[in-house]
């Protein structure tokens, strides 16, 4: 039975175009780049809205957020990438992932589309030595004439930023 409805539930998938052997990603924008996450992390996205600001955390850590009686911490990636801090538009969104089993909020300029990257049209992370830190790549995808830097949530953020952000939400 569960096996019949997976089938189906694939099909259906296959036939509106979306494919779940995760290689498709919501993209997003900071600044002028092109980020991808993997679709299956992203919980929801929501418009930008003041969040509370919380002592002693770090600079990247922006505060907590009620989201519908859960907190979660939120975080701004472009403090976190080292890019300088931008007023919020009315497309400033706060894309709520899944990091190791913990639910966050990523403050991000915009979305920009859900896209299907094939595995072949992933790339590994270029390496810059050991000054520049891209462990937090899975790759680069290309789409059309757009090259996107594809997240690893689970590395974007360090065991420490996580233990901190789980004891803010608790």
């Known amino acids: 039975m569960a096996a019949a409805v997976e089938n189906t539930a694939q099909e259906l998938n296959q036939q509106i175009g979306l494919t779940t052997d995760g290689s498709q990603f919501l993209t997003f924008q900071l600044g002028e780049e092109l980020y991808g996450v993997d679709i299956l992390r992203v919980q929801e996205i929501k418009g930008y809205t003041a969040v509370t600001r919380i002592p002693n955390t770090p600079p990247h850590i922006k505060g907590v957020l009620n989201l519908r009686g859960t907190i979660v911490p939120i975080v701004e990636l472009r403090?976190?990438?080292?890019?300088?801090?931008?007023?919020?538009?009315?497309?400033?969104?706060?894309?709520?992932?899944?990091?190791?089993?913990?639910?966050?909020?990523?403050?991000?300029?915009?979305?920009?589309?859900?896209?299907?990257?094939?595995?072949?049209?992933?790339?590994?992370?270029?390496?810059?030595?050991?000054?520049?830190?891209?462990?937090?790549?899975?790759?680069?995808?290309?789409?059309?004439?757009?090259?996107?830097?594809?997240?690893?949530?689970?590395?974007?953020l360090s065991d420490e930023d996580v233990t901190d952000t789980a004891a803010i939400a608790a």
């Not at 400033?92 to 896209?115: F, H, Q």
């Not at 004439?145 to 594809?150: C, G, P, Q, S």
């Open 79 to 156: 403090t976190k990438f080292g890019m300088d801090t931008i007023e919020y538009t009315m497309f400033t969104v706060i894309v709520v992932v899944v990091v190791r089993e913990k639910i966050m909020g990523l403050v991000v300029d915009a979305v920009s589309d859900v896209l299907n990257i094939d595995k072949k049209d992933i790339q590994a992370a270029p390496q810059f030595g050991a000054k520049v830190d891209v462990s937090f790549l899975n790759g680069i995808g290309k789409s059309g004439d757009k090259l996107i830097a594809l997240l690893d949530m689970d590395r974007l």
